[in-house]
């Protein structure tokens, strides 16, 4: 089973308004992260927010927010007023477990975001 | 700018060479993971070195190996290329250890072409 989904594989958006990215994730751990990154065509992958299982508060940084529904298994981002330079490739990756044996990112398979002037 | 720098950028190799990459992590930070992303997929995780040992390793063959030194820079070697190894190669690197957010941050990545 995908551990991580992300079903939207293409998304046009209007310049200005905000778009919602779906991601949902699967996981039997208690402790895990969420993580957003945004891959431009350049390939660089650009960290964007991070959310913990035990944090209480949707996370935000500045223009991006997580609507994060714990008992839905659903982290999706939030872009507000989007802006031409937010069109890329953007992928949901979850770490499962905080202890120092969990290391890696799983990931979805993205969605891509273009942003229409 | 992540101060995450991954060499050389672009790289084309025949089947059955041998490829190194190279990654300089970001100061302060002992962790250094490896992924490969195939084209229109996510990322899939190779590896991961702490402290120069390896700290974990993803569903790769043994011809995937990987070094880490003690200015914590890291090595990617691939023996025997194949034809699917051909892809964008990521370096992230990580506090490491006892840090539950622990960001990983990546370089530009090494896009690998195996004719």
């Known amino acids: 089973a995908q551990k991580i989904t992300q079903t939207q594989p293409g998304m046009f958006v209007q310049e200005k308004e905000a778009v919602t990215l779906d991601c949902t994730y699967d996981?039997?751990?208690?402790?895990?992260?969420l993580f957003w990154y945004k891959q431009p065509s350049s390939g660089e992958m650009i960290f964007l927010i991070y959310?913990?299982?035990?944090d209480e508060q949707n996370a935000t940084e500045g223009r991006y927010s997580l609507n994060f529904q714990k008992a839905r298994k659903s982290a999706n981002l939030v872009i507000s007023a989007s802006q031409l330079g937010d069109s890329a490739m953007y992928f949901c990756?979850?770490?499962?477990?905080?202890?120092?044996?969990?290391?890696?990112?799983?990931w979805g398979a993205g969605t891509k975001l273009i942003i229409k002037p | 700018e992540t101060g995450v720098t991954q060499s050389p950028t672009h790289l084309i190799k025949t089947r059955g060479q041998q490829v190194t990459l190279r990654c300089s992590s970001q100061?302060?930070?002992?962790?250094v993971s490896w992924y490969q992303q195939a084209l229109g997929q996510g990322p899939q995780f190779i590896f991961q070195?702490?402290?120069?040992?390896?700290?974990g390793r993803g569903n790769f063959p043994p011809r995937f190996s990987g070094l880490q030194f003690p200015n914590y820079s890291s090595e990617l070697n691939v023996n025997a290329l194949e034809l699917d190894d051909s892809a964008l190669y990521l370096c992230?690197?990580?506090?490491?250890?006892?840090?539950?957010?622990?960001?990983?941050?990546f370089g530009a990545g090494t896009r690998l072409s195996v004719l």
């Open positions: 990756a979850m770490r499962e477990g905080l202890g120092d044996s969990n290391y890696q990112l799983i």
């Open positions: 959310q913990g299982s035990y």
């Open positions: 996981t039997s751990d208690q402790s895990y992260g």
């Open positions: 992230a690197s990580s506090l490491g250890r006892g840090v539950a957010k622990n960001i990983q941050y």
């Open positions: 070195y702490y402290r120069e040992e390896e700290n």
């Open positions: 100061s302060g930070h002992n962790t």
